[in-house]
């Protein structure tokens, strides 16, 4: 079979699309479903639902509804305007979120979730900062051309690590694998992509990173481990006495993504 016999490989990441976020959008907006407004350019991507809570709690917000499959939350910290939305679980799926948040606004990203380790050593609970992604996905492919590893925004990157070492929170930086199936982190990839030094796994940064690049956004990521694949079995490290600690440390880490964009704006100024 040639390699352009295979779909995901035929044509490039240049040709031009049939349709476009802003074409979908205008239309929502003709049906109705979909008011007329302007995202600001700070946006949140949030992979823990429950996070609703704590934006509602705690700031006054505004709520765009039909934006994705979960509303989009408006809202003030120390004066800057930031989007957070719960983009679902997949690359497909949060890469077509981050595409129309792009087209109605968007310039800075960030994205934060939880991650499973494939280096044991990294507790749960721990902070990984991802530097690279490897493309083990089918997103990216369509916005950048073949190649092993897709990154993050190096302006993003470099303020997530300065809001960490300022809080004196330690972290751990490196490589994520990115994969479309979680029911096939095979053993023989485990010991390959943790030989490489890989750290985690997870289902989304790679097409994220590669979308921001095609789009010529800024975008990067932040997690907190989570279970552990490292073993010969998968081990979920969490017992129901956790679930407390494991929440409390959602919300740290949601703290560190909003003072990231404190300091990012005050540097843009």
């Known amino acids: 079979m040639k390699r ?10 240049s040709d031009k699309a049939v349709i476009n976020p802003i074409d979908y959008i205008e ?9 007329h407004f302007k995202l600001p350019k700070y946006c949140i991507l949030c992979f823990f639902k429950e996070l609703y809570k704590e934006i509602k709690k705690n700031y006054k917000h505004k709520i765009i509804k039909y934006l994705g499959e979960y ?11 930031i989007a957070f939305v719960y ?3 997949g690359a497909s799926y949060a890469g077509s979120l981050l595409e129309a948040m792009i087209a109605l606004g968007g310039k800075y990203f960030i994205f934060f979730g939880e991650v499973g380790t494939i280096a044991p050593e990294i507790e749960r609970g721990e902070i990984i900062v991802p530097v ?3 493309r083990d996905e089918g997103t990216s492919f369509h916005y950048q051309k073949p190649s092993k590893y897709s990154y993050p925004s190096k302006l993003i990157l470099k303020f997530i690590k300065r809001t960490l070492k300022q809080k004196n929170i330690p972290f751990h930086e490196g490589t994520t694998w990115t994969t479309d199936a979680p029911y096939r982190e095979t053993r023989r990839k485990v010991l390959k992509f943790r030989k490489e030094g890989t750290l985690c796994v997870e289902m989304e940064a790679s097409a994220l990173f590669s979308i921001g690049k095609f789009r010529k956004v800024d975008i990067a990521g932040l ?6 694949v490292a073993g010969e079995v998968w081990n979920p490290r969490m017992k129901r006495k956790d679930i407390l600690k494991i929440e409390t440390d959602r919300k740290k880490l949601l703290s560190y993504v909003l003072e990231t964009f404190y300091l990012l704006n005050k540097s843009l100024k």
């Open 87 to 89: 983009p679902s679980m």
């Open 4 to 13: 352009e016999d295979i779909a995901l490989f035929f044509g490039k990441p």
């Open 223 to 228: 997690f907190i481990a989570g279970d552990c």
């Open 27 to 35: 239309h929502m907006k003709e049906l109705g479903w979909l008011n």
């Open 132 to 134: 690279k992604a490897i």
């Open 71 to 81: 509303p989009t939350y408006i809202f003030k910290y120390k004066g800057i305007d």
